[in-house]
């Protein structure tokens, strides 16, 4: 007998798995990536745990993932997380190739117990001469801005992503 599990499921799992983390000196945050292949990959948000502002769970799942299968290109897998990823998350979830996202709680419900991300998105919506911190370009005064990308276009064993 073939048992299917839902992403009801998943979410579910996310869920509980934030909930523990609680109890372990985490956040209330987890994640679970399922590859294209059925590989499930658990996270956990760590960053008080570790001081790793970066540590969200999201990131965390993605990264054991990756890890774990060898490959940065999580092309076909789904994230359950157990609330609305940040921006940051989001991103993430992008460069892996994630190919669908799924929540439970929001944004909003996050805000709510103290984990507001408002600011974030509002940053990306704020033009950039008005933003709360400076993002700009600054030149060389000759092409040596161009240098990485010179080397990177030159290497013959570079793996494209």
């Given at each position: 007998?073939?048992?299917?599990?839902t992403?009801?499921?998943?979410?579910?799992?996310?869920?509980?798995?934030?909930?523990?983390?609680?109890l372990?000196?985490?956040?209330?945050?987890?994640?679970?990536?399922?590859?294209?292949?059925?590989?499930?990959?658990?996270?956990?948000?760590?960053?008080?745990?570790?001081?790793?502002?970066?540590?969200?769970?999201?990131?965390?799942?993605?990264?054991?993932?990756?890890?774990?299968?060898?490959?940065?290109?999580?092309?076909?897998?789904?994230?359950y997380?157990?609330?609305?990823?940040?921006?940051?998350?989001?991103?993430?979830?992008?460069?892996?190739?994630?190919?669908?996202?799924?929540?439970?709680?929001?944004?909003?419900?996050?805000?709510?117990?103290?984990?507001d991300?408002?600011?974030?998105?509002?940053?990306?919506?704020?033009?950039?001469?008005?933003?709360?911190?400076?993002?700009?370009?600054?030149?060389?005064?000759?092409?040596?801005?161009?240098?990485?990308?010179?080397?990177?276009?030159?290497?013959?064993?570079?793996?494209?992503?």
């Amino acid at each position: 007998m073939e048992t299917t599990i839902t992403h009801q499921q998943f979410l579910a799992q996310a869920t509980e798995l934030a909930t523990r983390n609680v109890l372990n000196g985490g956040g209330p945050f987890g994640a679970v990536i399922v590859t294209a292949d059925d590989q499930v990959f658990e996270g956990l948000n760590r960053v008080t745990a570790n001081n790793d502002p970066t540590a969200h769970a999201e990131v965390t799942a993605i990264r054991a993932a990756c890890s774990a299968t060898g490959t940065f290109d999580l092309t076909g897998a789904t994230l359950y997380s157990s609330c609305e990823p940040c921006p940051m998350c989001l991103a993430s979830s992008l460069w892996a190739r994630v190919a669908g996202v799924y929540f439970a709680a929001d944004r909003q419900d996050a805000a709510a117990a103290g984990f507001d991300d408002a600011e974030f998105y509002d940053f990306f919506d704020t033009p950039v001469a008005e933003r709360s911190m400076p993002v700009a370009r600054l030149t060389l005064g000759d092409a040596g801005h161009l240098a990485p990308f010179t080397a990177w276009a030159a290497l013959d064993s570079r793996i494209e992503y």
